[in-house]
């Protein structure tokens, strides 16, 4: 776990400062694709060092969404009623969380492998590069005063 739990720390602070220089928008998607690529490192993982590699990825990855979910929520629907709103996405996204390991338990269950649920992930993290990309955010930079 410290091999993900480490760089998800860093990663929260990282992808947030990225998120203001590159727009949440680019950051999202920057992360979907990290994402990507930790469950092909994953799949293609043979030894020790694709296994770190994962860890590593989906750290960086996992911390980062968790991060950007904020201010892309705030950027889409803006900051009336904000509390809500991203409370209802978190929830959302807690649910996933739930749901991906049971149904990914369920795959090797009937499967003897975790191959299918692992391009499932790819999958998944690819349209949400594509759902990142449609977002109709702008990048705004903001002078500090």
């Given at each position: 776990m410290?091999?993900?739990?480490?760089?998800g720390i860093l990663s929260r602070i990282a992808m947030g400062a990225l998120g203001d220089r590159i727009g949440v928008k680019n950051a999202l998607m920057l992360n979907f694709a990290?994402?990507?690529?930790?469950?092909?490192?994953?799949?293609l993982a043979r030894g020790l060092p694709m296994l770190y590699c994962f860890a590593v990825l989906f750290g960086v990855?996992?911390?980062?969404?968790?991060?950007l979910r904020s201010p892309m929520t705030a950027e889409i629907f803006g900051v009336e009623s904000l509390g809500?709103?991203?409370g209802i996405a978190e929830l959302v996204a807690f649910i996933g969380a739930a749901i991906g390991p049971l149904l990914g338990g369920s795959i090797f269950d009937?499967?003897?492998s975790y191959e299918l649920a692992l391009v499932v992930n790819i999958v998944v993290a690819?349209?949400?590069?594509a759902m990142s990309w449609s977002l109709g955010l702008v990048h705004r930079r903001q002078a500090i005063a």
């Open positions: 410290a091999a993900a739990g480490i760089p990290i994402m990507a690529m930790a469950s092909l490192c994953l799949l990855g996992w911390g980062g969404l968790a991060t809500m709103i991203l009937n499967s003897g690819a349209l949400g590069v």
